[in-house]
């Protein structure tokens, strides 16, 4: 598939997932209307302050260093879409994050990782596919399965917080 085949595959794709995921999210948030409002649980873990650390630090600060360095300043079309779609995606997760907290106040924000953080990962698994042909793409690739590894760390500290954040009674 030529570049240009690559690029509209991938916004194609985004485009299609934020549109799926924000009808179910809207058709889920309209069957659960009546539900009490929703808010984070206070305070929060302590060891949650490193984690969003960490995740700050390998998820956004990283990602964009490869954006701006690989893709910007060495001029690497794939490395630039595949960033760009990255952080599109992040930054409609947490769009959406806000919106459904602080607007709605709707329990339907605990269900936002679910649908967003296997997506971003596929992402990741899709940018190595797309740099795996280019020999001097190698930091990249690191960088794309360090993502990986960490959203699906993310994913799993999500479960653990579940009861908390639904104040399931036998784990608060």
């Given at each position: 598939m030529s570049e240009f085949g690559t690029v509209q595959?991938?916004?194609l794709e985004n485009l299609s997932f934020f549109a799926g995921a924000t009808s179910f999210l809207v058709a889920v948030g309209w069957i659960w209307r009546n539900l009490e409002p929703f808010d984070l649980p206070s305070p929060l873990p302590n060891w949650f302050k490193v984690w969003?650390?960490?995740v700050q630090i390998f998820g956004v600060f990283l990602p964009l260093v490869a954006l701006i360095g690989g893709g910007v300043w060495r001029g690497n079309l794939n490395v630039l879409v595949?960033?760009?779609?990255?952080?599109l995606m992040l930054g409609l997760q947490i769009l959406t994050e806000i919106v459904s907290l602080r607007k709605f106040q709707t329990v339907i924000w605990v269900m936002i990782p679910y649908l967003y953080l296997p997506y971003r990962i596929w992402q990741l698994y899709e940018g190595l596919g797309i740099v795996s042909l280019e020999a001097d793409m190698f930091w990249v690739r690191i960088l794309?399965?360090?993502g990986i590894l960490l959203w699906m760390v993310n994913y799993?500290?999500?479960l653990i917080q579940l009861?908390?954040?639904l104040r399931w009674k036998s784990f608060t």
């Open positions: 595959t991938i916004w969003f650390r960490i595949i960033f760009l779609s990255y952080f794309l399965i360090s799993l500290v999500n009861p908390q954040l």
